[in-house]
């Protein structure tokens, strides 16, 4: 068995050892599940003591979106929302070019300050933006359909 790396998944994807490991753990936690209520777990220690754990459904919800990536073997960055980001990296949590998100910055389609010559975006003013952008396009997609539709194409 290779050795248990320490690295987090932002700069790698997780090997296939850790993509089982994820899966396993995330039917286990599944399975718990009961809507809307904490999701209680019961952990073996190495000391042969069992200690129960409960979870809110929130983390219980964020720790199977976390397990859901690394099962389907993605890599995956965890940003506060008060982390102030780089030009660079809030183009790259856009998918767009650096060159295109400073010009949203000056259009003022996001707020941004400086720090010196260097803008800073706070990643919660990148996430309203994103899901702004995204219901606009999926907005447009639907418009799209229902012309589609009356045109007889689908």
Do not use: C, W
Not at 25 to 44: D, H, K, M, N
Not at 142 to 152: F, H, I, N, P, Q
């Amino acid at each position: 068995m290779p050795a248990l790396r320490k690295e987090a998944f932002f700069d790698r994807l997780p090997d296939e050892v850790e993509i089982k490991n994820a899966e396993q753990l995330r039917t286990i936690v599944a399975s718990q599940i009961r809507e809307g209520e904490p999701t209680t777990l019961s952990l073996a220690l190495k000391s042969g003591e069992v200690q129960t754990v409960t979870l809110a459904p929130a983390l219980t919800a964020s720790l199977l979106e976390v397990l859901r990536l690394v099962s389907s073997g993605r890599g995956f960055r965890m940003i506060p929302v008060e982390a102030e980001l780089t030009t660079q990296q809030a183009a790259d949590l856009l998918n767009v070019s650096r060159p295109f998100l400073v010009k949203l910055l000056e259009e003022k389609e996001i707020p941004f300050t400086k720090t010196g010559r260097h803008r800073r975006v706070r990643a919660n003013d990148l996430f309203a933006y994103k899901e702004k952008r995204d219901a606009a396009r999926s907005d447009a997609l639907s418009d799209l359909a229902v012309r589609d539709a009356e045109d007889g194409l689908i």
